[in-house]
């Protein structure tokens, strides 16, 4: 089993600015592909970045420009560092991660408990 933690969420003003980090734990699997989503009141959960091993990143057209996602393959842990940020971007943050476990010789997605991260004045 894999369980990601979360941390760096709170409450920021626009125009600042906010890192999110996730750290993945656990034995026997290993991660590929990592990514944040978010999810606003009343909203579909939506894809924010993704990043894989190698460090080929995809982001959201709203947050192109303004966010970044790293990861750190040692730490198993990755990265969101979340600038400009607007009230839009007000929501709870997701870690996702694609682990392929080596007993089960599969794949996995695993989730993080989401992190609230609200942006007003």
């Known amino acids: 089993q894999v369980q990601l933690v979360e941390s760096g969420g709170g409450l920021v003003q626009p125009g600042g600015s906010l890192r999110l980090s996730c750290a993945a734990s656990?034995?026997?699997?290993?991660?590929?592909?990592m990514g944040w989503y978010r999810q606003a009141p009343g909203k579909q959960r939506e894809l924010v970045a993704t990043?894989?091993?190698?460090?080929?990143?995809r982001y959201a057209d709203s947050v192109k420009g303004r966010f970044t996602i790293s990861r750190d393959n040692a730490k198993n842990t990755v990265y969101l560092q979340m600038n400009s940020l607007k009230p839009e971007d007000t929501a709870v943050y997701y870690c996702?991660?694609?682990?392929?476990?080596?007993?089960?010789?599969?794949?996995?997605?695993?989730w993080g408990q989401g992190t609230q991260v609200t942006v007003s004045s």
């Open positions: 656990g034995s026997g699997f290993r991660i590929n592909a």
């Open positions: 990043i894989t091993r190698g460090g080929s990143t």
């Open positions: 996702n991660a694609a682990a392929f476990s080596i007993v089960a010789g599969r794949e996995y997605d695993y």
